[in-house]
C-alpha cells in the first residue's frame, strides 16, 4: 500500500509561486507515473502535470505550461509541483497520484489534497 501525502498549499495573490510537496511512503516501480491531478469547486479533477518515472517524460496541461514544473526527488520518494505566474483560475484542491498511466483512470494511489488559493 502507498501512501502519499501533500504539503505545501495555501493562499497566495495572483503573480505569486508556491510549491507543493508529496510524500511517497514506498518505493515507486519504474513505468509508473507521478501525476498532479487538481479539482476546483464545480469542475471535474483534471491532470495537470505528471512525470514518467522510467524515462522521467513530463506533460503538462496547456493551461500550466511554461508556469509550471514538475519534478521527483529522493529516489521518488517525493513528488514536487513548483507553480509559478499563478492565477485565480489555478484556485483548486491539488492531489498527487500514483498510477500506471497519467491518466484519471489509471490512479491506483490518492493523497489527500491540499487546497491551494490563489486572489486577485
Known amino acids: 500500500q502507498v501512501q502519499l501525502v501533500e504539503s505545501g498549499g495555501g493562499s497566495v495573490q495572483a503573480g505569486g509561486s508556491l510549491r507543493l510537496s508529496c510524500a511517497v511512503s514506498?518505493?515507486?516501480?519504474?513505468?509508473?507515473?507521478m501525476t498532479w491531478f487538481r479539482q476546483a469547486p464545480g469542475k471535474e479533477r483534471e491532470g495537470v502535470a505528471g512525470?514518467?518515472?522510467?524515462?522521467?517524460?513530463?506533460f503538462y496541461v496547456d493551461s500550466v505550461k511554461g508556469r509550471f514544473t514538475i519534478s521527483h526527488a529522493n529516489a521518488k520518494k517525493t513528488l514536487y509541483l513548483q507553480m509559478n505566474s499563478l492565477k485565480p483560475e489555478d484556485t483548486a484542491v491539488y492531489y498527487c497520484?500514483?498510477?500506471?498511466?497519467?491518466?484519471?483512470?489509471?490512479?491506483?494511489?490518492w493523497g489527500q489534497g491540499t487546497q491551494v488559493t490563489v486572489s486577485s
Open positions: 512525470i514518467w518515472t522510467g524515462g522521467g517524460g513530463t
Open positions: 514506498a518505493y515507486i516501480y519504474s513505468g509508473s507515473c
Open positions: 497520484a500514483v498510477g500506471s498511466a497519467c491518466r484519471l483512470d489509471r490512479v491506483d494511489y
